[in-house]
């Protein structure tokens, strides 16, 4: 009789860890979802098309001087640009449209190269 309640009491227990454990892993993932949201890469909505940064900068000077647009408002870091001409890190950007599906803005007296992504989201 005494085996039985032992082997009940460490099912049960068992049971309350494997439980515990899954509430853990549900909190983990809200929180990872939270971080990611919090850590988006720089972007921008540009014809319709998201560009995102590829953390790489044009050494070459560009040929031609006049922008072929300007970045004019922003949305907060944490969220994804859903109006044309918008960023999540600034306005006031002129633009240029770059080599195969890039596009390259004027951040500081420096030509940042931003692409296209074949996914939906970052």
């Given at each position: ?27 983990g ?6 971080a ?17 940064d ?69």
């Amino acid at each position: 009789m005494e085996g039985r309640l032992l082997v009940g009491g460490w099912m049960i227990g068992l049971m309350v860890v494997m439980a515990g454990c899954g509430i853990n892993q549900g909190n983990g993932e809200a929180k990872e979802e939270a971080a990611a949201q919090r850590d988006r890469i720089p972007m921008v909505l540009v014809d319709g098309q998201i560009y995102y940064d590829t953390g790489k900068e044009r050494k070459e000077p560009r040929q031609c001087g006049l922008m072929d647009g300007t970045i004019t408002s922003a949305v907060s870091q944490e969220e994804i640009p859903t109006e044309e001409d918008q960023s999540n890190f600034g306005a006031g950007y002129g633009y240029q449209f770059g080599f195969e599906g890039t596009l390259e803005l004027l951040i500081d007296e420096k030509w940042i190269i931003f692409e296209r992504r074949e996914e939906a989201e970052p």
